[in-house]
Protein backbone atom coordinates (compact mmCIF):
# COMPACT_ATOMS: atom_id res chain seq x y z
CA UNK A 1 0.00 0.00 0.00
CA UNK A 2 1.58 3.27 -0.82
CA UNK A 3 1.49 6.63 1.29
CA UNK A 4 -1.54 7.99 -0.85
CA UNK A 5 -3.55 4.51 -0.68
CA UNK A 6 -3.08 5.08 3.23
CA UNK A 7 -4.28 8.63 3.14
CA UNK A 8 -7.17 8.02 1.79
CA UNK A 9 -7.97 5.15 3.59
CA UNK A 10 -7.36 7.60 6.84
CA UNK A 11 -9.74 10.14 5.50
CA UNK A 12 -12.21 7.09 4.68
CA UNK A 13 -12.21 6.01 8.00
CA UNK A 14 -12.34 9.49 9.65
CA UNK A 15 -15.16 10.51 7.68
CA UNK A 16 -17.05 7.09 8.19
CA UNK A 17 -16.56 7.72 12.28
CA UNK A 18 -17.82 11.08 12.02
CA UNK A 19 -21.41 9.94 9.62
CA UNK A 20 -21.51 7.49 12.72
CA UNK A 21 -21.10 10.31 15.20
CA UNK A 22 -23.81 12.65 13.34
CA UNK A 23 -26.35 9.68 12.22
CA UNK A 24 -26.27 8.30 15.84
CA UNK A 25 -26.91 11.44 17.25
CA UNK A 26 -29.37 12.61 15.25
CA UNK A 27 -31.40 9.14 15.74
CA UNK A 28 -31.17 9.77 19.58
CA UNK A 29 -32.26 13.44 19.28
CA UNK A 30 -35.41 11.52 17.40
CA UNK A 31 -36.14 9.10 19.88
CA UNK A 32 -35.96 11.43 22.69
CA UNK A 33 -38.20 14.02 20.86
CA UNK A 34 -41.01 11.22 20.18
CA UNK A 35 -40.78 10.40 23.33
CA UNK A 36 -41.49 13.69 24.46
CA UNK A 37 -44.16 14.12 22.12
CA UNK A 38 -45.84 10.85 23.36
CA UNK A 39 -45.51 12.52 26.97
CA UNK A 40 -46.97 15.97 26.66
CA UNK A 41 -49.89 14.15 23.95
CA UNK A 42 -50.64 11.56 27.43
CA UNK A 43 -50.69 14.19 29.19
CA UNK A 44 -52.59 16.55 27.48
CA UNK A 45 -55.59 13.78 27.14
CA UNK A 46 -55.34 12.93 30.60
CA UNK A 47 -55.24 16.79 31.81
CA UNK A 48 -58.17 17.70 29.45
CA UNK A 49 -60.00 14.05 31.11
CA UNK A 50 -59.63 15.38 34.48
CA UNK A 51 -60.24 19.11 33.99
CA UNK A 52 -63.91 17.86 31.95
CA UNK A 53 -64.44 15.19 34.94
CA UNK A 54 -63.68 18.29 37.69
CA UNK A 55 -66.26 20.77 35.56
CA UNK A 56 -68.95 18.12 35.03
CA UNK A 57 -68.89 17.40 38.95
CA UNK A 58 -69.16 21.23 39.40
CA UNK A 59 -71.95 21.71 37.17
CA UNK A 60 -73.61 18.69 38.57
CA UNK A 61 -73.08 20.30 41.81
CA UNK A 62 -74.64 23.23 40.61
CA UNK A 63 -77.64 21.89 39.05
CA UNK A 64 -78.61 19.53 42.34
CA UNK A 65 -78.26 22.65 44.35
CA UNK A 66 -80.91 24.55 41.80
CA UNK A 67 -83.62 21.80 42.04
CA UNK A 68 -83.43 21.70 45.79
CA UNK A 69 -83.47 25.32 45.13
CA UNK A 70 -86.55 25.16 42.59
CA UNK A 71 -88.50 22.87 45.33
CA UNK A 72 -88.07 25.24 48.18
CA UNK A 73 -89.39 27.60 46.01
CA UNK A 74 -92.52 25.50 45.55
CA UNK A 75 -92.67 24.65 49.13
CA UNK A 76 -92.67 27.81 49.93
CA UNK A 77 -95.35 29.15 48.23
CA UNK A 78 -97.55 26.08 49.45
CA UNK A 79 -96.67 27.46 52.83
CA UNK A 80 -97.14 30.84 52.03
CA UNK A 81 -100.70 30.16 50.56
CA UNK A 82 -101.54 27.64 53.96
CA UNK A 83 -100.38 30.47 55.94
CA UNK A 84 -102.74 32.79 53.98
CA UNK A 85 -105.86 30.52 54.39
CA UNK A 86 -105.36 29.73 58.19
CA UNK A 87 -105.25 34.09 58.50
CA UNK A 88 -107.72 34.28 56.08
CA UNK A 89 -110.00 31.73 58.34
CA UNK A 90 -109.29 33.84 61.27
CA UNK A 91 -110.41 37.16 59.47
CA UNK A 92 -113.56 34.69 59.39
CA UNK A 93 -114.36 34.10 62.16
CA UNK A 94 -115.79 37.48 62.39
CA UNK A 95 -118.21 37.49 60.55
CA UNK A 96 -119.20 33.87 61.15
CA UNK A 97 -120.07 35.32 64.91
CA UNK A 98 -122.09 37.89 63.07
CA UNK A 99 -123.69 35.60 60.36
CA UNK A 100 -123.10 32.12 61.48
CA UNK A 101 -121.82 29.64 59.28
CA UNK A 102 -123.36 26.81 56.72
CA UNK A 103 -126.25 27.44 58.54
CA UNK A 104 -125.17 27.27 62.16
CA UNK A 105 -125.37 30.09 64.02
CA UNK A 106 -122.59 31.00 66.67
CA UNK A 107 -124.34 30.34 69.30
CA UNK A 108 -125.00 26.94 68.38
CA UNK A 109 -121.57 26.23 67.15
CA UNK A 110 -119.80 27.41 70.79
CA UNK A 111 -122.70 24.82 72.00
CA UNK A 112 -121.00 21.91 69.82
CA UNK A 113 -117.63 22.60 71.35
CA UNK A 114 -118.54 22.73 74.73
CA UNK A 115 -120.92 19.42 74.32
CA UNK A 116 -117.22 17.94 72.61
CA UNK A 117 -115.09 18.93 75.70
CA UNK A 118 -117.29 17.69 78.29
CA UNK A 119 -118.32 14.06 76.83
CA UNK A 120 -114.34 13.68 76.10
CA UNK A 121 -114.00 14.77 80.25
CA UNK A 122 -116.59 12.31 81.34
CA UNK A 123 -116.28 9.87 78.91
CA UNK A 124 -115.90 6.39 80.79
CA UNK A 125 -116.56 7.72 84.12
CA UNK A 126 -119.59 7.22 86.08
CA UNK A 127 -119.61 9.70 88.65
CA UNK A 128 -121.41 13.12 88.53
CA UNK A 129 -119.40 16.27 87.45
CA UNK A 130 -119.92 19.96 87.51
CA UNK A 131 -117.79 21.21 84.87
CA UNK A 132 -117.15 25.22 84.17
CA UNK A 133 -117.50 26.78 80.88
CA UNK A 134 -114.87 29.99 80.40
CA UNK A 135 -114.85 31.69 76.88
CA UNK A 136 -114.12 35.46 75.84
CA UNK A 137 -115.14 39.09 76.55
CA UNK A 138 -116.63 38.90 72.78
CA UNK A 139 -117.83 35.23 73.11
CA UNK A 140 -119.74 35.68 76.39
CA UNK A 141 -122.86 36.94 74.98
CA UNK A 142 -123.52 33.33 73.03
CA UNK A 143 -123.44 31.43 76.04
CA UNK A 144 -126.03 31.28 78.51
CA UNK A 145 -127.10 29.57 81.70
CA UNK A 146 -130.54 28.45 79.52
CA UNK A 147 -128.02 26.97 76.82
CA UNK A 148 -125.47 25.10 79.60
CA UNK A 149 -128.92 23.70 81.05
CA UNK A 150 -130.14 22.39 77.89
CA UNK A 151 -126.40 20.76 77.22
CA UNK A 152 -126.08 19.64 80.57
CA UNK A 153 -129.65 17.71 80.29
CA UNK A 154 -128.62 16.35 76.51
CA UNK A 155 -125.49 14.89 78.09
CA UNK A 156 -126.97 13.64 81.48
CA UNK A 157 -129.69 11.64 79.12
CA UNK A 158 -126.50 9.12 78.79
CA UNK A 159 -124.86 7.04 81.74
CA UNK A 160 -123.24 10.14 83.63
CA UNK A 161 -124.49 12.99 85.41
CA UNK A 162 -123.16 16.94 84.35
CA UNK A 163 -123.73 19.98 85.40
CA UNK A 164 -122.08 22.72 83.63
CA UNK A 165 -122.15 26.23 84.47
CA UNK A 166 -120.31 29.48 83.45
CA UNK A 167 -117.11 30.03 85.46
CA UNK A 168 -117.03 32.43 88.23
CA UNK A 169 -116.52 35.93 89.45
CA UNK A 170 -115.89 36.93 85.28
CA UNK A 171 -112.90 34.64 84.49
CA UNK A 172 -112.45 35.26 80.73
CA UNK A 173 -110.17 34.18 78.08
CA UNK A 174 -107.85 35.91 75.74
CA UNK A 175 -108.58 34.17 72.84
CA UNK A 176 -110.22 35.00 68.89
CA UNK A 177 -113.17 32.16 69.89
CA UNK A 178 -114.07 29.07 71.18
CA UNK A 179 -114.06 27.59 74.80
CA UNK A 180 -112.47 26.44 77.72
CA UNK A 181 -114.28 23.53 79.89
CA UNK A 182 -112.70 22.33 83.00
CA UNK A 183 -113.76 20.30 86.33
CA UNK A 184 -114.44 22.86 89.23
CA UNK A 185 -111.39 22.09 90.74
CA UNK A 186 -109.39 22.37 88.04
CA UNK A 187 -107.79 19.59 87.45
CA UNK A 188 -108.93 18.41 84.10
CA UNK A 189 -109.26 21.03 81.19
CA UNK A 190 -110.24 20.90 77.49
CA UNK A 191 -109.14 23.73 75.77
CA UNK A 192 -111.69 24.07 73.01
CA UNK A 193 -110.25 27.55 71.63
CA UNK A 194 -109.78 27.90 67.93
CA UNK A 195 -106.25 28.99 68.63
CA UNK A 196 -105.26 25.37 70.73
CA UNK A 197 -107.82 23.38 68.32
CA UNK A 198 -105.84 24.89 65.43
CA UNK A 199 -102.63 23.94 66.89
CA UNK A 200 -104.15 20.54 68.02
CA UNK A 201 -105.07 19.34 64.82
CA UNK A 202 -102.57 21.33 62.78
CA UNK A 203 -100.97 18.56 60.48
CA UNK A 204 -104.40 16.88 59.76
CA UNK A 205 -105.62 20.31 59.04
CA UNK A 206 -102.67 21.10 56.78
CA UNK A 207 -103.19 17.98 55.06
CA UNK A 208 -106.81 18.81 54.02
CA UNK A 209 -106.29 22.36 53.11
CA UNK A 210 -103.07 21.39 50.58
CA UNK A 211 -105.84 18.51 49.19
CA UNK A 212 -108.78 21.29 48.40
CA UNK A 213 -106.12 24.54 47.92
CA UNK A 214 -103.93 23.37 45.31
CA UNK A 215 -107.04 20.74 43.21
CA UNK A 216 -107.28 21.64 39.84
CA UNK A 217 -110.41 23.09 39.55
CA UNK A 218 -112.95 21.18 36.99
CA UNK B 1 10.35 10.04 -0.52
CA UNK B 2 9.46 8.22 2.70
CA UNK B 3 10.04 11.37 4.93
CA UNK B 4 7.63 13.21 3.13
CA UNK B 5 4.77 9.82 2.84
CA UNK B 6 5.19 9.87 6.58
CA UNK B 7 4.32 13.37 6.99
CA UNK B 8 1.33 13.43 4.69
CA UNK B 9 0.15 10.37 6.87
CA UNK B 10 0.66 12.29 9.91
CA UNK B 11 -0.96 15.39 8.74
CA UNK B 12 -3.87 13.39 7.63
CA UNK B 13 -4.74 11.78 10.82
CA UNK B 14 -4.29 15.24 12.45
CA UNK B 15 -7.26 16.16 10.02
CA UNK B 16 -9.31 12.75 10.52
CA UNK B 17 -8.75 13.51 14.69
CA UNK B 18 -10.12 16.90 13.76
CA UNK B 19 -13.04 15.98 11.95
CA UNK B 20 -13.99 13.69 14.71
CA UNK B 21 -13.97 16.17 17.19
CA UNK B 22 -16.07 18.46 15.18
CA UNK B 23 -18.60 15.49 14.89
CA UNK B 24 -18.42 14.93 18.40
CA UNK B 25 -19.49 18.73 18.86
CA UNK B 26 -21.60 19.14 16.30
CA UNK B 27 -23.67 15.51 17.55
CA UNK B 28 -23.61 17.42 20.88
CA UNK B 29 -25.18 20.21 19.45
CA UNK B 30 -28.02 18.02 17.99
CA UNK B 31 -28.92 16.59 21.29
CA UNK B 32 -28.91 19.81 23.02
CA UNK B 33 -31.24 20.88 20.03
CA UNK B 34 -33.28 17.82 20.62
CA UNK B 35 -33.45 18.83 24.64
CA UNK B 36 -34.36 22.43 23.91
CA UNK B 37 -36.97 21.87 21.48
CA UNK B 38 -38.38 19.22 24.31
CA UNK B 39 -38.49 21.58 26.87
CA UNK B 40 -40.55 24.18 24.07
CA UNK B 41 -42.64 21.36 23.79
CA UNK B 42 -43.35 21.22 27.35
CA UNK B 43 -43.19 24.79 28.13
CA UNK B 44 -46.01 24.84 25.38
CA UNK B 45 -47.87 22.40 26.66
CA UNK B 46 -48.04 24.10 29.95
CA UNK B 47 -49.40 26.88 28.49
CA UNK B 48 -51.80 25.04 26.23
CA UNK B 49 -53.42 23.20 30.02
CA UNK B 50 -53.94 26.75 31.12
CA UNK B 51 -55.85 27.78 28.07
CA UNK B 52 -57.60 24.58 28.07
CA UNK B 53 -58.80 24.70 31.97
CA UNK B 54 -59.96 27.93 30.96
CA UNK B 55 -62.18 26.56 27.93
CA UNK B 56 -63.25 23.45 29.18
CA UNK B 57 -64.46 25.71 32.66
CA UNK B 58 -66.18 28.35 30.22
CA UNK B 59 -67.89 25.24 28.73
CA UNK B 60 -69.69 23.96 31.44
CA UNK B 61 -70.16 27.16 33.78
CA UNK B 62 -72.40 27.82 30.39
CA UNK B 63 -74.23 24.65 30.53
CA UNK B 64 -74.85 24.99 34.09
CA UNK B 65 -75.92 28.17 33.87
CA UNK B 66 -78.29 27.43 31.30
CA UNK B 67 -79.66 24.34 32.93
CA UNK B 68 -80.03 26.50 35.81
CA UNK B 69 -81.69 28.76 34.17
CA UNK B 70 -84.53 26.61 32.72
CA UNK B 71 -85.10 25.18 36.15
CA UNK B 72 -85.68 28.15 38.15
CA UNK B 73 -87.80 29.46 35.21
CA UNK B 74 -89.78 26.34 35.29
CA UNK B 75 -89.78 26.25 39.09
CA UNK B 76 -91.29 30.10 39.01
CA UNK B 77 -94.23 29.21 36.59
CA UNK B 78 -95.02 26.11 38.64
CA UNK B 79 -94.93 28.44 41.27
CA UNK B 80 -97.08 30.82 39.89
CA UNK B 81 -99.29 28.33 38.66
CA UNK B 82 -99.76 26.52 42.48
CA UNK B 83 -100.42 30.34 43.78
CA UNK B 84 -103.38 31.00 40.93
CA UNK B 85 -104.76 27.55 41.71
CA UNK B 86 -104.37 28.48 45.70
CA UNK B 87 -106.31 31.73 45.01
CA UNK B 88 -109.40 30.14 42.95
CA UNK B 89 -110.00 27.78 45.93
CA UNK B 90 -108.71 29.95 48.83
CA UNK B 91 -112.53 30.26 49.99
CA UNK B 92 -112.90 26.41 49.44
CA UNK B 93 -109.98 26.07 51.52
CA UNK B 94 -111.09 28.36 54.06
CA UNK B 95 -114.36 26.47 55.08
CA UNK B 96 -112.41 23.35 55.29
CA UNK B 97 -110.35 25.26 58.45
CA UNK B 98 -113.32 26.68 59.89
CA UNK B 99 -115.45 23.28 59.64
CA UNK B 100 -112.83 21.87 61.61
CA UNK B 101 -111.78 24.58 64.10
CA UNK B 102 -115.43 25.24 64.90
CA UNK B 103 -116.25 21.27 65.34
CA UNK B 104 -118.36 20.65 62.34
CA UNK B 105 -116.54 18.36 60.89
Known amino acids: MGATEIVEKIKNEANAECDEIISEAKENAKKQLEVAREEVELQKKNFVEAEERKEIEEKERIVRATRLNARKLGWDTEEEMIGKVLDESMKRLKEVKRESFKGNSYSNILAGLIKDAALSMVEGSSASSELEVILSEEDASYVDKSMLKGLSDEISAGSVNVRLSLSGEGERIKSAGGVIVRTKDGKIEVNNTFEQRMIRFSTSLKEDVVKVLFKDKE | ?105
Open chain 2, 1 to 105: MAVEALKLIREEEEAGRKLIEEAKESAAKIVKDAEDEIKGLKEKAREDEKRLAVQISDKYTKEGEEEKKAIMKNAEAEAKNLKTRAELNLDSAVNVVLEKILGLR
